[in-house]
């Protein structure tokens, strides 16, 4: 059972990651044809700074569970299974996003002064509504 859920969630990570990198694609090619201007805000960008990001790492931590749930089911226990080689490239992983994130954060708002607000509004990586702010 649990192969079949980490299996539904990496394709739904990798839907995800497909849609947002489509629509940060579309929105450069629209900035080079000068019909757009900034940065993206709409589409999964209205629910996440980098949805992107977020769902390439859900990828990496579903595909990392697969191989813990089965090494816990041939009987390695907590240890060999939950805690297993596998992990260190979704540790990795998420570690070079959180770093390339802030990076990336810090030339958009250098950049565009608009920035501050999307990030005071914006979720950083998990898609989420839109706070209000008064």
């Known amino acids: 059972m649990w192969d079949a859920v980490f299996a539904v969630l ?3 990570f990798l839907v995800g990651e497909t849609v947002a990198d489509q629509q940060q694609w579309d ?3 629209r900035k080079a044809r000068g019909e757009a201007e900034g940065f993206l805000t709409t589409g ?10 977020f769902f390439e790492q859900g990828q ?8 813990a749930s089965a090494a816990v089911g041939d009987g390695l226990g907590f240890w ?3 805690i297993n080689p596998g992990i260190i490239g979704a540790v990795l992983l998420t570690l070079l996003f959180l770093g390339s994130t ?3 954060e810090s030339i958009s708002a250098a950049k565009y002064p608009a920035y501050a607000e999307y990030r005071r509004t914006t ?3 998990v898609p ?3 706070r209000r702010v008064s």
């Open 27 to 29: 929105f450069h090619q």
């Open 60 to 67: 990496w931590w579903a595909f990392y569970a697969l191989g």
């Open 102 to 104: 802030v990076f990336t």
């Open 10 to 12: 990496f394709v739904a």
């Open 80 to 82: 060999g299974g939950v």
């Open 44 to 53: 999964l960008f209205a629910t996440s700074r980098h949805p992107n990001f």
């Open 128 to 130: 989420l509504p839109r």
């Open 123 to 125: 979720s950083m990586l």
